[in-house]
């Protein structure tokens, strides 16, 4: 069964960076995607950023420019850098692994962004 732990989330003041990790149990050429979402309180969980196995990386547009996505398939961890951080970036931060008709999520870890 494949597991996801995400860590690195943290109290961070407005202007700084967070680098989030997320750690798979098993190979992550496995996954076809794997993607970091956020849920705010109040609101629905939304994509931050996604980096398929092949293609380019996409990004929600209000991170563009300043979250950066990468995968390591030595270390089979997913990171997200997060530069330039906003109040508006508070949320649980969730690390997503897709397959062929199978979807995996990690426990999500808190980035609150406040001065």
């Known amino acids: 069964q494949m597991q996801l732990v995400e860590s690195g989330g943290g109290l961070v003041q407005p202007g700084g960076s967070l680098r989030l990790s997320c750690a798979a149990s098993?190979?992550?050429?496995?996954?076809?995607?794997m993607g970091w979402y956020r849920q705010a309180p109040g609101n629905e969980r939304e994509l931050v950023a996604l980096k398929p196995r092949t293609g380019s990386s996409q990004y929600a547009d209000s991170v563009k420019g300043r979250f950066t996505i990468s995968r390591d398939y030595v270390k089979n961890t997913m990171e997200l850098q997060m530069n330039s951080l906003r109040p508006e970036d508070t949320a649980v931060y969730f690390c997503n692994g897709e397959m062929v008709g199978r979807s995996y999520w990690g426990q999500g870890t808190q980035v609150t962004v406040s001065s």
């Open positions: 098993g190979s992550m050429f496995s996954f076809n995607a």
